[in-house]
């Protein structure tokens, strides 16, 4: 089992900047990739951003923007988002995929950017 609590979710105005953290714990050595995804209201949950040990991977949509990062003392997965844009706004979930292909979520944490 994997746990993953999120935080760092806030209201920002255009052009700002979050970081989003990502609390892992429980079998962590059992994890390939952990990931952020995002749902805004009416729309489908889209991944913006992967990492796992050998690369990191982002949507094109927050590519130059996002950077997603990991502090392995801390068990801690970051995505730092800057330059928001008003698109950006949806509710962001920490994803954690097992080499079993078994995933985890977390309870997500809203990003608001006003324009």
């Known amino acids: 089992q994997v746990q993953l609590a999120e935080s760092g979710g806030g209201l920002v105005q255009s052009g700002g900047s979050l970081r989003l953290s990502c609390v892992v714990s429980?079998?962590?050595?059992?994890?390939?990739?952990v990931n952020w995804y995002r749902q805004a209201p009416g729309n489908q949950r889209e991944r913006v951003a992967t990492l796992t040990d050998v690369y990191t991977e982002y949507a094109e949509s927050v590519k130059g923007r996002f950077t997603i990062s990991r502090d392995n003392s801390k068990e801690t997965v970051y995505l730092q988002m800057n330059n928001l844009e008003p698109s950006d706004t949806a509710k962001y979930f920490c994803?954690?995929?097992?080499?079993?292909?078994?995933?985890?979520w977390g309870l997500g944490t809203q990003v608001t950017v006003s324009s």
């Open positions: 429980g079998l962590i050595p059992s994890i390939y990739s």
């Open positions: 994803n954690a995929v097992q080499y079993s292909n078994a995933q985890f």
